[in-house]
């Protein structure tokens, strides 16, 4: 454990006093307890067992060895329990102190001024940490929205917009009877006026079957058919 609390070593602390005290501190520290600063006494006269005082992320823990070293006695706060801290420094050293809520004060002198401050800063923190616990705000994943998927469009529902044309003068959509006749290759009725007595029988025939085509295809209605056809059978 010694190499995990080299950082918190400095000149005024002994390495040796830091190995004894972790050594024991080994079984004592919960799962997810982690050691935040050691400050060890160092009183004027040559002290073989001082006390000293370690906080972690969850309390604070007084060691106090007796009977010659062979013991050690600990007494823990909880953060939680702690209702301040303070520091005060003298000419041979400095005093930290902390104070609980039922008003216990526990007091270890003849620290070295320097871990005196540093203990002082991180109970700061840890308290100032309970007091505004740090909410840790989960990650929402961005989701992109994946475009739609077009259906696609059945041949049916595509309609093709024609434009029509605009019609200026009526008689072009009324074919004339000689258009007609002339798209139909059939020849147009013989007035009376010309007389069907010049024609011979295969012509006449010839002409009643026109009419017939003509009526067949609704281009002469049956009264204008009946008419030609009782003409022609006149010379038949």
Not at 10 to 37: C, F, H, R
Not at 48 to 64: G, H, Q, Y
Not at 168 to 178: C, D, I, K, S, V
Request: proline residues 5%; aromatic residues 6%.
């Amino acid at each position: 454990m010694i190499d995990n609390l080299k950082k918190i070593l400095n000149e005024d602390q002994d390495p040796k006093a830091i190995e004894k005290i972790t050594a024991k501190l080994e079984n004592l520290l919960m799962s997810n307890e982690e050691v935040g600063y050691i400050a060890v006494q160092k009183k004027p006269a040559v002290t073989i067992f001082p006390d000293s005082i370690v906080v972690t992320n969850k309390r604070i823990i007084l060691c106090k060895p007796k009977n010659l070293g062979l013991s050690m006695e600990f007494i823990d706060y909880n953060w939680d329990d702690i209702a301040g801290s303070f520091v005060k420094e003298g000419i041979l050293g400095a005093d930290f102190t902390f104070t609980t809520n039922s008003d216990l004060t526990h007091t270890v002198d003849y620290l070295p001024k320097n871990q005196a401050r540093k203990l002082y800063t991180y109970a700061k923190e840890q308290l100032d940490l309970l007091k505004n616990p740090k909410v840790t705000t989960p990650v929402v994943e961005e989701v992109k929205a994946e475009a739609p998927i077009e259906s696609p469009v059945q041949e049916s529902e595509v309609v093709e917009e024609i434009q029509a044309e605009e019609v200026t003068h009526f008689a072009e959509l009324m074919p004339t009877p000689n258009d007609v006749i002339r798209d139909t290759e059939v020849e147009a009725p013989i007035s009376e006026e010309k007389g069907l007595a010049h024609l011979s029988q295969d012509e006449l025939f010839a002409k009643l079957q026109n009419y017939k085509k003509l009526l067949d295809n609704g281009l002469i209605l049956q009264g204008e058919y009946d008419r030609l056809k009782a003409e022609i059978l006149k010379y038949l």
